[in-house]
């Protein structure tokens, strides 16, 4: 289900059927218009794929199936820089948990999430194999290790 | 034609060519298991995607097994169904696909009638390998008004989702995730409450495990029959008595409308009606009102829409108020026969014994699990109570019995009550498809042209076919009748009425293939088509056997129009016995 | 390439593009322009070397000195070094693992010396957002041959006996595929490349698609005279974003040179080529999945047959092969059917492209003649011997 | 190679498109009695098993995907029978790729007692006096591998 409840502006609707008129509504055009929108919204929330199926004429039951084949798709928006926290064994008895609680209150969202301004998200994910510089975070492509709790503030600061 | 010759388990085989290995082998006798297939001839509707690989057969030359249903004979070929080879592959996968199913078969509803159960059986599973650290795909349930949904038991056959897109087009389920977590299910894996769904039930009744489910209301109504406050009314739709028996062990086709009285008045309940009767009731209205849109529109009344559509099927009322709500004006006002009863029975029945309609309970036994949702209705209630309280379906009523340990073969046939349990062939044959429009013709006729009807049966309306047309002679003037069965063939005619290109005069439409007989509630066919019409057959003899086979010649119906409601059409009537529809789409993102 | 006398050729393939080479490039057209050199030496981004472990690659021709691992810092000595002094900058040579000595010209590099490039035959050698550059290396004649001189049977012919295999992994004989296609009989008919390449560690077609995508558009047109097609369509991962530009680039290129549109070369031929993405499926490398997410839908595979040269997509006999099968088919029609069955083994002719990745030395490309084993491109080949750590 | 063929079915898994049963739920359980075995749950009899299935998937699946998926596994254990025979019999991994059949033990000749293992153990399963041989406790070891890179004195080896 869709977690996020997003309301569409009018010019956000305007833009998807200008995509879709793009490419003559035609439904086997599908595949295209969602890459042209995931690469405007940055994800591909249900309020969009409704608009999609309305305009291509598919059942928006067939939008969802085709956008959860692909794995470019996704419907969950990612922040301008994805904050990863790792919760391998290593990562979590020095105290991983810890560093992502304190990422969770100073950003003010769940792991899943993303900040309002779309700045930040967080998850988690499973040993990046790194174990000697436990715990690890990695924002983008870059990596942290030895993060400590009081290290979160400073992290978070380089990308103001 | 071009056949080809092949060899089936070293049994020669002449064969048209195209004809698959699963058909070929079905003629010399050997029945190949399947599992995911489903053969719906009369619809042109094979479901074949080759995703269970159960009815695998080994071809001499090729490298890997091939599936039967979807692989054609070839001149020369040699196949083989049973060797060794063969049945480890179909043994091993059948317990892939156990690995990733509930073992709760005990306590399942679809236990007894499950196919995945049944072939278990067959290829003599005994043991599920690795189950102690298999990991299993899992699903939220989801319970809508009519159907469940228990995705865990989902083994992607893909059945359902045929139904609903290429045999309904309503387009509410679709396969969706991929790999071990794909399954079949409304977007965004939604209720199905928010989506197209219009509870015909297709999916449902072709659904081979426990994944998709009607919600059960025996409970309910036996807690009303337990209650001694309570006066429980019964109703039962006309193609129940058509299909009730298959339950029992009956041939298809078999009536059981007197056995079936009886049952229903041995589990309890105080008045055994029968939906004819408002089905009777239904014509007076619905013909009325078609007459009166005929008469104004060739008068040149441009706010007379023709054509009219029937507006007696749940499922279709939920199909157009969600893809053609722009067109609320078109169909018929009148409800359907299961809400006139109820709105009739809490007020008129009411009254007459002498009760409040708080103190009655109104059950309907209906083929059909959109009704569930139908009595649900906001609007078929009055101050919260609603005109029906429980649907059941066919198949609840037969649990019901057996559970209540009623030998229904060995009952003897009783009749219905009265006053409403008293109706015409009309009434009948509303449970085939066809049989509303040709009801209502035989009512119409007569009373269009003041003449008396010669040849009540319109056999030019029968039929099997997804969309037939006819004219009829209203002496002299040509009434042009559309029929359409199956929630697909309905769009058709419906577009064309959306593009004003539609010639009808009046259109009657049955969302599930086949008409009531069909539906979702039914005994389930398998995708036997021979039984439905069996089914089909059962109705129309119900029809020759009733002394009166026009709607407006019911003496009862004659009695209320006096008694109650004055005439057709009355303000009366139209409080009681007509509805208007809402734009089905706007609600559920309201809701949602 | 007359007017000049001296081409730098730097290598644009993904990997080098990622580690700078743009950089490089702009550094060294600077260089020459401060210069005045604009009218003597060229700088050419060109596919990829298939030498992606050493990159960015640099390349000096007509001498063929191959410099690695080139920092965009360099750009400045190997203008003043090499292209005015002449002397070659040995710091940036490759050096021979075994030997440890510098290697001046690539010809002697064991890594292209084992190798026989018919794929990869331009990949390297030319500018691949330059229609003129292919042309130059006998591009489209291929195209020019088959539409005036040959039948789509002859075509057919020569294709079949040539013994090509396709190279998407199924290894159908091609010559056939396009026969069966042929005889299928309809008012419409498509082809398609097959370019969702998604073996983890593979990127030969992207190689060639970056490098030298003309050579993929000549075969496909080919492929459309012979099956008797007119609409191309090129199924292509969107994580490809260079390769889709080079395409997209090509595309225009060879419309508005008039070799793909309506009446190519002035025959009756017409046939255009358009771009469909894939969106992360492995399973749409299968041709019926592929077809069905051309079509807009979840990328199912269905049973064959139908064989999509029967019915594919929207229904229509459909011609579906492989990036790398393309690439060969002008150098086969160009060169004949006995060149190509002279290479490879008895069952499989021709040569194949090979992307080694892994716990190896020298990350990269290769194409070499089929039956080629493993063993021997890992272990004979000093560049490419196993490090296990 | 166990892991091998295990890394390789994980892949197949990730990109089976769940249309036919043997490559969506076979896979996941191949993938899965591969996970126990190297883990050292495995039983002589799981190698017949997975034979079993492996060839059953790839004589019953609908596409090439599903049709060579199992190929890693089949051609090792073909050719790495032994590997596998040591996993299932003496829970030992030649390669030593499976970690949960590996352990990380201290030289006692060649450890200086430096301490640098012991500090960077992310769990503390490291104890030792300075200047002292240092010892592993497996129970707590996590076999991340910080402190076999950390040694400057090839104290630590794999068993």
Known sequence: ??????????????????????????????????????????????????????????????????????????????????????????????????????????????????????????SSLRCVGACGLAPVVLVGDKTYGRVAPDDVKGILKEYE | METVKLTIDNKEIEVPRGTTILKAAKELGIEIPTLCYMDLHDLNIENKPGGCRICVVEVQGRRNLAPTCSTKCEPGMV????????????????????????????????????????????????????????????????????????????????????????VQTVGALSAFNRGFQAAVGPAFEQNLEYSSCTYCGQCVAVC????????????????????????????????????????????????????????????????????????????????????????????????????????????????????????????????????????????????????????????????????????????????????????????????????????????????????????????????????????????????????????????????????RSATLDFDGTPIKIGIAHGLGNARKLLDDVKNGKSEFTAIEVMACPGGCIGCGGQPLHHGNSDIIKAR????????????????????????????????????????????????????????? | ????????????????????????????????????????????????????????????????????????????????????????????????????????????????????????????FINPENIDEYIARDGYQALGKVLTEMTPDQVIKEIKESGQRGRGGGGFPTGLKWEIARKSVSDEKCVVCNADEGDPGAFMDRSVLEGDPHSVLEAMAICGYCIGASNGLIYIRAEY????????????????????????????????????????????????????????????????PPFPAESGYLGKPTNVNNVETFASIPAIILKGAKWYSSIGTEKSKGTKVFALAGKINNVGLIEVPMGTTLRIAWFQWPSFSLNLQ | MVSMAKFFLEFTVEESCGKCAPCRIGNKRL?????????????????????????????????????????????????????????VNDKKCPAGQCKSLMKYIINAENCVGCTACARVCPVNAITGERKEVHLINQEICIKCGACFEKCKFDAIYIS
Request: glycine share 8%.
């Open chain 2, 208 to 467: 081979p495990t426990g994944a998709l489910t009607e919600v059960n209301h025996v409970p309910q109504v036996l807690k009303a029959l337990n209650d001694p406050t309570k006066t429980v009314v019964v109703q039962t739709a006309p193609a129940v008595r058509a299909a009730l028996g298959e339950e029992f062990g009956m041939e298809p086709g078999t009536l059981v409308t007197g056995k079936m009285t009886a049952a229903l008045r041995a589990l309890g309940f105080d008045y055994v009606f029968d939906t004819d009767f408002a089905a009777d009731l239904t014509i007076m209205e619905e013909g009325t009102e078609l007459l009166d849109r005929l008469s104004r529109h060739l008068k040149g009344d441009k706010t007379a829409r023709i054509p009219i559509l029937t507006s007696c099927c749940p499922g279709w009322v939920n199909f157009f108020e969600y893809y053609y709500s722009d067109m609320k004006d078109v169909p018929s006002t009148a409800k359907s026969p299961q809400q006139m009863f109820g709105a009739i029975a809490k007020s008129y029945f009411a009254e007459k014994i002498g009760i409040n309609r708080k103190d009655m309970v109104v059950v309907s036994i209906m083929p059909c699990l959109a009704k569930k949702y139908e009595c649900q209705r906001d609007e078929f209630s009055v101050d919260g109570n609603p005109d029906v309280d429980f649907s059941i379906s066919t198949r609840e009523l037969a649990t019901f019995i057996k559970q209540a340990n009623i030998d229904i073969r060995n009952l003897h046939d009783e009749e219905f009550d009265s006053p409403l349990g008293e109706s015409t062939g009309a009434g009948v044959i509303f449970g085939n498809t066809g049989g509303v429009i040709e009801a209502a013709c035989r009512t119409a006729y007569e009373i269009f042209t003041g003449k008396k009807l010669e040849r009540l049966e319109f056999t030019e309306l029968r039929g099997m076919e997804g969309v």
């Open chain 3, 1 to 124: 390439m007359s007017k000049y006398s001296m081409h730098l050729l730097v290598c644009g393939g993904t990997g080098c593009h990622a580690a700078e080479s743009d950089a490089i490039v702009c550094n060294l057209r600077d260089e020459i322009e401060a210069r005045g050199l604009t009218d003597t030496v060229q700088v050419i981004k060109t596919g990829c070397f298939g030498f992606c472990e050493k990159g960015p690659i640099v390349k000096v021709m007509p001498d063929n000195t191959f410099y690695v691992q080139v920092k965009p810092e360099d750009t400045q000595t190997i203008i003043d070094e090499h292209v005015i002094k002449g002397r070659k900058v040995t710091r940036l040579l490759y050096k021979d693992p075994s030997s440890k000595e510098a290697v001046s010209d690539s010809k002697h590099m064991d890594f292209y010396k084992k190798q026989m490039r018919i794929a990869l035959r331009n990949c390297g």
């Open chain 1, 1 to 122: 289900m869709s977690s996020i409840k997003i309301e569409l502006r009018k010019e956000d609707v305007d833009f998807i059927k200008e995509t879709c008129s793009k490419f003559n509504n035609d439904p086997q055009e599908l595949i295209n218009v969602l890459h042209g929108c995931q690469e405007h919204f940055g994800y591909l929330p249900a309020e969009v794929q409704e608009v999609i199926s309305e305009h291509l004429n598919v059942p928006v039951a067939k939008v969802y199936g085709v956008v959860t084949f692909y794995s470019f798709f996704t419907m969950t928006p990612k922040g301008k820089h994805p904050i990863s926290i790792c919760m391998g064994t290593a990562c979590y008895v020095r105290g991983g948990e810890k560093v992502l609680e304190e990422f969770k209150k100073e950003l003010g969202i769940k792991v899943g999430e993303s900040t309002k301004d779309n700045k930040f998200s967080l």
């Open chain 4, 31 to 87: 993938h899965e009695l591969l996970g126990q075995i190297c883990e050292g749950k495995g039983k002589l009899e799981d190698l017949d098993r997975l034979k079993n299935m492996s060839l059953v998937i790839k004589d019953t699946s609908l596409c090439g995907l599903g049709q060579t998926s199992p190929n890693p596994v089949l051609s090792m254990m073909e050719n790495f029978r032994e590997e596998y025979l040591a996993h």
């Open chain 3, 241 to 304: 974003p260079l390769a889709i530009e080079r395409l997209k680039i090509a595309i225009n290129q060879a419309r508005e040179s008039g070799l793909l549109g309506n009446k190519i070369f002035g025959t009756d031929f017409s046939f255009d080529i358009t771009l469909r993405y894939g969106a992360g499926a492995f399973v749409c490398g299968e041709e019926t999945a592929l077809i069905h997410s051309m079509e807009g839908l979840r990328g199912e595979p269905t049973i064959k």
């Open chain 2, 536 to 592: 089909a057959a059962a109705i129309y003899t119900e029809d020759r056997k009733k002394p009166l086979r026009k709607s407006h010649e019911n003496p009862f119906i004659i009695k209320l129009y006096e008694e109650f409601l004055g005439k057709p059409g009355s303000e009366k009537s139209h409080h009681l016995l007509h509805t208007h529809y809402f734009d089905r789409k706007d609600k559920i993102l309201v809701k949602k």
């Open chain 2, 79 to 166: 196949v083989k169904t049973h060797t060794a080879r063969v049945l480890n592959a179909r043994r091993t996968v059948m317990e892939f696909i156990l690995s990733d199913h509930p073992k709760d078969c005990l306590i399942c509803p679809k236990s007894g009638t499950c196919e995945l159960q049944d072939m278990a059986h067959r290829l003599g599973i005994r043991e599920i390998p690795g189950q102690e650290f298999a990991e299993m795909s899992t699903y939220r349930k989801d319970t809508s008004p009519s159907i469940i949904r228990d995705l865990d038991k989902c083994i992607m056959c893909r059945r359902c989702e045929t139904m609903c897109n290429d």
